[in-house]
């Protein structure tokens, strides 16, 4: 991780209270070891956590992408970044003062690079032991990160800057908590719609399947072969009584680590919730098609239809094959035989 900016604002509420005060920081937080291990430690504690992925409502009085959108227009000096923060938490005051229930915290803006990838982030989180944050004249001090965890992190969103300059969908993630009046003010307040289907979801994860590294087959002590773990995926998920999949307990089940298939999704830049229903027919992409007609015994993976194998629109007895090997290794055994 590379941290470029990072700064605290602190937003005092008491439960059953309309009463909101905010404590602004004047300037950054030095980037040092402290400030960049803190990033880390809310960046993993954000990654243990169930992840949604969306875009900005960018319909007419949304605030927070309006000044974002303003800021990625400056120069990005600390001063621009000091001024975005402050905007957006003085426009959060108005959102969670008549939510009686709702508690504020601190708010830990932060710029960085990770995996490759441009982040802008904002952590909520709450110094419940009292050992990370102390305030100074002008800003926040990091004392120790060692009590940063899930509990701590109330609310979380990052924003992928490559992404939007890609124009690619899903540039958006964030947390999904129980707390459900932590998470309705803080996801009006980012102004975030979501988009995806379970559609696109579950070809994502047939996407994450396909690409990753299968785990060992403990009668061989080998790794599955790619669609004999596509099959196990199929039958284990399609199993579910209420047809949901959640990706950490998937990788559990195949890996014996909740984090190895979501950890492959973020480094390999493939959005996909960590739980989600299931499109049944998209999760039939996942088990083989065999056809045994006139002689020929064609037999292959749902997931190459309509891309290396697909019917001919123009006649209906004609079905295309397009895969250099496959055409390869035809030529090889007709000429070995």
């Known amino acids: 991780m590379i941290l470029n900016k990072i700064i605290i604002h602190e937003l005092k509420k008491e439960s059953e209270s309309n009463q909101v005060d905010l404590i602004f920081s004047e300037e950054l937080i030095p980037n040092n070891l402290e400030s960049t291990a803190l990033i880390t430690a809310l960046s993993d504690s954000y990654k243990s956590d169930r992840i949604l992925y969306a875009v900005f409502d960018n319909s007419e009085g949304k605030y927070f992408p309006e000044k974002f959108y303003e800021y990625r227009e400056t120069d990005r000096n600390n001063s621009d970044f000091i001024t975005f923060t402050r905007l957006v938490m003085g426009n959060l005051v108005g959102l969670i003062q008549p939510i009686t229930f709702a508690t504020g915290g601190y708010f830990v803006f932060a710029e960085y690079v990770d995996n490759g990838y441009n982040f802008v982030s904002v952590y909520l989180i709450r110094d419940v032991e009292g050992k990370i944050l102390r305030k100074t004249a002008n800003s926040f001090s990091i004392q120790t990160v060692e009590y940063v965890d899930t509990k701590n992190l109330a609310m979380a969103c990052r924003i992928n800057e490559n992404r939007i300059d890609l124009e690619e969908i899903n540039y958006l993630s964030f947390t999904q908590l129980r707390q459900q009046e932590v998470s309705e003010y803080f996801k ?150």
Request: aromatic residues 10%; glycine residues 2%; negative net charge.
């Open 188 to 337: 009006n307040w980012i102004s975030i719609q979501q988009l995806e289907s379970s559609s696109d979801y579950t070809k994502s994860l047939y996407e994450i399947i396909t690409q990753i590294e299968p785990p060992i087959n403990t009668d061989t002590n080998t790794p599955y072969e790619i669609e004999t773990f596509r099959n196990l995926v199929y039958n284990y998920t399609s199993s579910s009584p209420t047809d949901t999949v959640n990706i950490r307990d998937l990788s559990m089940h195949f890996y014996q680590n909740e984090d190895i298939i979501s950890d492959f999704a973020n480094n390999n830049n493939i959005s996909i919730d960590t739980e989600f229903r299931f499109n049944k027919r998209q999760l039939k992409k996942f088990i083989k098609l065999e056809v045994n007609r006139d002689g020929i015994n064609l037999k292959f993976s749902r997931g190459v239809l309509n891309e290396k194998i697909r019917l001919s629109a123009d006649n209906p007895n004609v079905v295309i094959i397009e895969s250099q090997s496959f055409a390869t290794a035809l030529r090889n055994e007709i000429g070995n035989n």
